[in-house]
């Protein structure tokens, strides 16, 4: 695959950028300007604005790779290479702003549904405020969550609506990004003051989070757009979770090649030995567990299948788990890892910073999914903030 290969070339690159972007509290340039040539962030843009239109499988092994060497540069190439997916199914015209002049345009978010929209003549008036948009200083559109209100402000349609907004019409909190881990994601607030969105730049989530389609109907035969979005989207959570997980065991590894204990060196104590196989065999059972999962939806929908609710529950059931069994197993040999890795100059520590961060991202919650889960399959119904 292209662009792994490119990957591959950059990967000493990502390697080297990755304490320089945490201490900047974002992507440094060069690390996001190499993201762009590898064409990550096209992988999943449809192929007549420029995209590869990839199998989502391919997709996911390069954030794997990408988060391995970066966890920060993996977390941004999974959340904003995963929204042209979401993209894809908006009016063209939307489509054509975004990405008929520069197809490597990138675009941001966050979903959540903080701002509020009130109908005006031809669209609608956007105030709002946002946490958490991952690398959005690289990014000229934002793709953001609201819920419509009346004239009065009263929220009048309980579903979330994704509005798109050029970087003209909103402002990035400089400020707003201090944290523990992934720093680098430069995952900072969003605001958003009165500006006007035409009804053009705004999709309706329920066909999309189905798989059964959007405004753009021409993107219905196409196996890759038929993905349900949360599939696609909490997929790129786990697997940059899963590959900041596969980092901090590597950093174990060459930790503990040279390192020399109380009894002799690491690398002879059983100890040691017993819990890195353990934790390289979670991590990897994880990450093929997630990959098999999103073959099996791929080949569902190659079909001409819908992915039924039950289906649905078992993938996102899976992925929390896969990344909290990985970030389980990273944090079992960073505690065996000694004194020497709480230097802050030391990769293993920044990795295992950042393994525990993302965990705290509501795609990497598991109770309700696990609740959600277990109430589908007993005939129950989901609790509506529950995004399955």
Same mark, same amino acid.
Not at 125 to 148: A, E, K, P, Y
Not at 227 to 248: D, E, H
Not at 344 to 363: F, N, Y
């Given at each position: 695959m292209a662009v792994l290969d490119d990957i591959e070339q950059i990967a000493d690159l990502l390697e080297t950028n990755a304490a320089a972007a945490e201490e900047l509290g974002r992507l440094t340039d060069e690390t996001a300007s190499a993201l762009r040539a590898s064409g990550v962030i096209r992988m999943l843009q449809p192929k007549d604005f420029g995209g590869l239109e990839s199998h989502p499988v391919d997709f996911f092994r390069a954030v794997l790779e990408i988060g391995s060497h970066d966890p920060s540069a993996g977390w941004v190439a999974g959340v904003v290479g995963v929204h042209p997916h979401e993209l894809a199914h908006g009016d063209r015209r939307v489509q054509q702003e975004v990405w008929g002049e520069d197809p490597d345009t990138?675009? *941001?978010?966050?979903?959540?549904? /903080?701002?509020?929209?009130?109908?005006?003549?031809? $669209?609608?008036? @956007? !105030? $709002?405020?946002? +946490? @958490?948009?991952?690398? #959005?200083?690289?990014?000229?559109? =934002?793709?953001?969550?609201?819920? =419509? #209100?009346?004239?009065?402000? !009263? =929220?009048?349609?309980?579903?979330?609506?994704h509005f798109l907004l050029p970087r003209s019409d909103y402002e990035i909190v400089e400020d707003s990004w201090d944290v523990m881990g992934l720093r680098g994601t430069g995952s900072k607030d969003l605001v958003v003051r009165d500006a006007f969105v035409p009804d053009y730049r705004t999709i309706e989530t329920k066909g999309v989070t189905d798989g059964t389609g959007g405004k753009d109907p021409s993107r219905e035969s196409v196996p890759l757009f038929r /993905?349900?979005? !949360?599939?696609?989207?909490?997929? *790129?959570?786990?697997?940059?979770? &899963?590959?900041?997980?596969?980092?901090?065991l590597a950093a174990y590894v060459a930790v503990t090649r040279s390192r020399q204990g109380r009894g002799g060196r690491a690398a002879l104590d059983p100890f040691q030995l017993s819990a890195m196989g353990a934790a390289a065999a979670d991590i990897d059972a994880s990450v093929r567990h997630v990959l098999w999962d999103v073959e099996r939806v791929f080949e569902m929908v190659s079909r001409g299948e819908v992915v039924p609710l039950e289906l649905r529950a078992e993938v996102r059931r899976n992925q929390v788990q896969a990344s909290q069994r990985a970030a389980a197993a990273a944090d079992s040999v @960073?505690?065996?890892? %000694?004194?020497?890795?709480?230097?802050?100059? %030391?990769? &293993?520590?920044?990795?295992?910073?950042? #393994?525990?961060?993302?965990?705290?991202? =509501?795609? +990497?919650?598991?109770?309700?999914?696990?609740q959600a889960y277990g109430l589908n399959l007993f005939g129950h119904p989901i609790p509506a903030h529950v995004k399955i």
């Open positions: 990138w675009v *941001a978010s966050p979903y959540a549904p /903080m701002g509020r929209a009130r109908p005006v003549e031809g $669209g609608y008036l @956007f !105030n $709002g405020r946002w +946490n @958490f948009s991952s690398g #959005t200083d690289h990014c000229q559109w =934002v793709m953001i969550g609201g819920l =419509v #209100t009346d004239q009065d402000g !009263n =929220v009048a349609e309980p579903d979330a609506v /993905m349900p979005r !949360n599939v696609m989207f909490s997929g *790129a959570i786990t697997t940059a979770t &899963l590959a900041m997980a596969k980092g901090a @960073f505690r065996l890892s %000694g004194g020497g890795s709480l230097h802050q100059s %030391g990769a &293993l520590q920044r990795r295992w910073r950042d #393994t525990q961060a993302a965990l705290h991202h =509501v795609q +990497n919650g598991s109770g309700p999914i696990f």
